[in-house]
């Protein structure tokens, strides 16, 4: 029996995707007139969130090469046969599906959107996500083609959120703030961070059910950390079980077909001592004038710099830990940082209309220093012609946030 090397399989129909045809339509065409002004012929997509970005679909790897590759009048998705057709019910183009019965068959996929007659000249690529193996391997079959790295061009592309995008957006917020709300209904002394954990993430998803019953759920989490797992951004949860007098850090993430939100809260259970009280105050004042600080027409590094010399004015300038905000859009712990659209001291990026950023002071005090523990709140704002929305609504502060046991 002869098994293909690669082939089409259209089982079922097209699913309602996140976004609009319109949408979808309208990236793709900002895509190629970037590849017409840079003088590409074609595009290939390697990364998650640029698969995502320009067809819905987001892959899931276990070590296969998934990809979509733009022609000025072709758009394909490259899938692993694993997946049957989901990859093609969603995305908003053509899928090719490669199998594993011979080494390379997602390559062989490629040339046959392409065609052989006619190589292309230029070509763009992710050099930010291209292994070394896979960008060799386009080598070899694409001898007489100059490559170009068009990672950063595409994200520039990004940061500029449609209205559609900033609909998503809000609803996501919306969402976390729901999560919140619960995690807050089940924090009490001896209850585990893992457990509370789970009913903000059950909310959650539940809710973005409600709100997209016909998307895909995944990825949706809640790091909620207390004591001394509170003094990383990014620490996991454990099994540790609150006391009364515990620093506590909220931290709910709603993932909406590849759309990421947050909202982050310091929280005390039953009571803060002073010097808590004094580091916790301090970082709320600093979020305060960041989020007055966050309009059209700012750069991102003055605002980095104004919020450094209001944390060296208040003492704790020395604890900060991490930049003050970051662009929204595709992205989650794994994929789609939009690097370009942060506020920290080297990014002078000129805020404007329709970015999506956080404002996200943290410091953190050491164990063994009064005060100890991890500060941080965490907002996101819209940029408007002449101001910005705040889109998270949940409370923050002392006068909020201490949860009586």
Partial sequence: MERPDFFSLKNGEKVKLPFSDLEYNNRVSNLRSLMEKKNMDMVILTSMHNVAYYTGFIYCSFGRPYGCIITKNKIFTISANIDASQPWR???????????????????????????????????????????????????????????DVAKDLMQLRMIKSNEEIEIIKNGSRIADLGGEEIVKNISQGNTELEIAIAGRDCMEREIAKSYPGAEYMDTWVWFQSGINTDGAHNPKTNRQLQNGDILSLNTFPMISGYYTALERTLFLDHADNESLKAWEANVKVHKRGLELIKPGVKCS???????????ELGYLQYRTFGYGHSFGVLSHFYGREAGLELRED???????????????????????????????????????????????????????????
């Avoid at 599906?97 to 390559?107: C, E, G, Q, V």
């Avoid at 003055?302 to 060296?312: G, K, Q, R, V, W």
């Fill in 302 to 312: 003055d605002i980095c710099n104004e919020l450094n010399e209001l944390f060296a």
């Fill in 90 to 148: 969603r995305s908003h183009c053509e899928n090719i599906i490669y199998t594993d019965w011979k080494r390379d068959n997602f390559l062989k996929a490629i040339v046959s959107i392409v065609g052989r007659d006619e190589p292309p000249k230029n070509v763009g690529i992710e050099f930010d996500h291209i292994t070394l193996d896979i960008k060799e391997k386009i080598n070899s079959i694409f001898t007489f083609s100059v490559f170009f």
């Fill in 347 to 405: 990014i002078d990026t000129i805020l404007e209309e329709n970015m999506v950023i956080s404002m996200e002071p943290m410091i953190m005090i050491p164990e063994g220093k009064p005060g100890a523990g991890g500060y941080r709140e965490h907002d996101i704002l819209v940029i408007k012609k002449n101001g910005a929305e705040n889109i998270t609504k949940f409370p923050f502060g002392p006068e909020h946030n201490i949860i009586k046991a």
